[in-house]
């Protein structure tokens, strides 16, 4: 039957509109912590202000060697920054400390042991303080000045023997007795001197060392991020350390001597750390040995 199409526009006018949609549902409440890249492209949670370091903070700490060719820039970054938290020395392998000059063929030589950081700054000053302002040599040994007397050689180092007379420098508690825990190298030319003095020496003390190398390059701004790296590595290490102390009896006999349960456990989990720390970090590739003093 046919239908009057007035009729089908008034009853459209007239029919109840339809219920609107529910209102959107209101916005997840933001995280407490959004993780934010630093500059090594690590996470905040992966970066040392963010927990890393603070597990040296009290009980049992490991103690640190840092080592660059000079003594000057990779390592003494990295010796400033563990300082505040761990016991920590540094030195350089190569013969002589070399820093750059006014060309590539007239560096700024100096002698290990016996040249103070103030003097090379004193005299980097009065050479031409713009050039050396500009390349960052002076802020550098500025910063050193301020972490310890001079530059060391491996090399010359007497494992074992007291360091009382290096009291002033930075993190030198705990360090008097003149041995470590654990040696960092910051290239590898540097980690092959020192594995190879190691085996000279024929270790005397008969005391156990982790020789890792985390290779930075040698300018300002990576000697930085590698710093962050290593202090990060340097909490994994000592929590591990740490948590064997604890849950072994008697963990004290021994350890030094590389025997007992809690010792022998530390030294099982360096390498799984390590490779932990090396995904963090895959831009610094690293290598590890256990040598002997």
């Known amino acids: 039957m046919a239908t009057d199409p007035r009729l089908a526009r008034t009853v459209a006018r007239t029919a109840t509109p339809p219920n609107p949609p529910p209102p959107p549902p209101p916005?997840?409440?933001a995280p407490a912590h959004t993780p934010s890249l630093g500059l090594d492209g690590a996470g905040d949670e992966d970066r040392?202000?963010?927990?890393g370091s603070q597990r040296g903070e009290g009980g049992f700490k490991l103690?640190?060697?840092?080592v660059c060719a000079s003594n000057q820039n990779?390592?003494?970054?990295?010796?400033?920054?563990?300082?505040?938290?761990?016991?920590?020395?540094?030195?350089?392998t190569g013969s002589?400390?070399?820093?750059?000059?006014?060309?590539?063929?007239?560096?700024n030589v100096y002698a290990f042991n016996t040249t103070s950081y103030n003097h090379m700054y004193s005299e980097l000053s009065t050479k031409d303080p713009r050039l050396y302002r500009a390349n960052g040599l002076l802020n550098m040994l500025e910063r050193n000045k301020n972490v310890k007397w001079g530059p060391e050689r491996w090399q010359d180092w007497a494992i074992g023997r007291p360091r009382l007379e290096h009291a002033s420098d930075k993190g030198s508690g705990g360090t008097e007795a003149g041995v470590v825990d654990v040696v960092i190298t910051c290239e590898e030319r540097c980690w092959d001197a020192v594995v190879e003095d190691l085996l000279n020496r024929g270790a005397p003390l008969n005391r156990p060392v982790h020789v890792i190398n985390v290779?930075?390059?040698?300018n300002h701004e990576e000697a930085l991020v590698g710093g962050n790296a290593i202090v990060d590595l340097a909490g994994?290490?000592?929590a591990a350390?740490?948590?064997?102390?604890e849950g072994a009896v008697g963990a004290e006999e021994g350890w030094s001597e590389g025997t007992g349960k809690a010792r022998s456990g530390f030294d099982e989990r360096v390498p799984e750390i390590l490779a932990e720390w090396q995904g963090r970090w895959p831009h610094l590739p690293a290598l590890w040995t256990l040598a002997w003093f």
Do not use: W
């Not at 938290?85 to 030195?91: E, N, R, T």
């Not at 002589?96 to 560096?107: A, D, E, F, M, Y």
């Not at 350390?241 to 102390?245: G, N, V």
């Open 27 to 29: 916005p997840e409440a």
């Open 48 to 51: 040392p202000d963010a927990g």
């Open 63 to 66: 103690k640190f060697c840092t």
């Open 74 to 92: 990779r390592s003494m970054e990295a010796h400033l920054r563990l300082s505040p938290h761990y016991p920590v020395l540094s030195f350089g």
């Open 96 to 107: 002589l400390v070399r820093l750059p000059g006014p060309s590539i063929t007239q560096p």
């Open 215 to 218: 290779d930075i390059k040698d």
């Open 236 to 238: 994994c290490l000592n």
């Open 241 to 245: 350390a740490r948590e064997e102390r």
